[in-house]
């Protein structure tokens, strides 16, 4: 079974810090993604990756960059944090020859901005 | 207008009912339809997936689609406690990049 592991399940962190989120998988998938899930706004696609080094942005990509030095590992980064990105954040992954077998999900991370 | 529509409920039925959940969508490029599960403070899983139009079944879950409608339907019979999610529609065209609904709530009483 592929799995996604998200390094922080909870996660606070004060206005303005810098932030990491941190993606792992384990099944040299070329495809990576990173959503946001607030409630009555669904998923929303921040950025992706088809490839290492290689990132393309979303649909709300603004405030958030992100980092694929190596095929299995897919970093999120709010340069400066503020409270409308408090949010549960979702990293997946996806092997692009089976688009029908979908995303595999991390557990998500819930962060909170103070 | 939002590429995929869904009722976010939250929706509750008796344990043992018939649920219906329903989304509905405007890209008509869209080949492969999809429906997550997901749990409380979990990420989503795949349940099923249907290429194109027509039914698909897999033990109580049966998954629809009508392109002619542009409509995708999930069916849960015999509706247990532990069937208590939210459940997320997702499209994709030919592209890797899926396109999920905002989820419709779930509850089954028992």
């Known amino acids: 079974d592929v799995k996604v592991t998200q390094s922080s399940r909870y996660l606070v962190k004060r206005t303005g810090e810098k932030v990491f989120l941190e993606c792992v998988q384990d099944?040299?998938?070329?495809?990576m993604f990173w959503y946001r899930q607030d409630p009555g706004l669904g998923l929303r696609l921040i950025y992706f990756?088809?490839?290492?080094?290689?990132?393309e942005k979303g649909d709300i990509p603004e405030g958030y960059s992100v980092s694929r030095e190596k095929k299995e590992r897919f970093s999120l980064i709010l340069e400066s944090a503020s409270t409308n990105q408090t949010s549960m954040y979702l990293c997946?992954?996806?092997?692009?020859?089976?688009?029908?077998?979908?995303?595999?999900f991390g557990s998500g991370t819930r962060l909170t901005v103070v | 207008q939002k590429e995929v529509e869904q009722d976010p409920g939250p929706l509750s039925v008796p344990e043992g009912a018939i649920v219906s959940l329903n989304c509905t969508y405007s890209?008509?490029?869209?080949?492969?339809f999809m429906w997550y599960r997901q749990y409380s403070r979990k990420g989503p899983e795949l349940l099923m997936y249907?290429?194109?139009?027509g039914n698909k079944e897999d033990g109580r879950f049966t998954a629809q689609v009508d392109k002619s409608s542009k409509y995708i339907s999930l069916f849960i019979r015999d509706s247990q406690p532990s069937d208590s999610a939210t459940y997320l529609c997702?499209?994709?065209?030919?592209?890797?990049?899926?396109?999920f609904g905002s989820g419709t709530r779930l509850s089954i009483r028992p």
């Open positions: 099944m040299d998938h070329e495809n």
């Open positions: 997946a992954s996806q092997t692009p020859d089976r688009v029908v077998n979908g995303y595999t």
């Open positions: 249907t290429y194109s139009s």
């Open positions: 890209n008509s490029a869209f080949q492969y």
């Open positions: 990756s088809y490839d290492v080094k290689m990132k």
């Open positions: 997702a499209m994709s065209g030919s592209a890797s990049k899926i396109i």
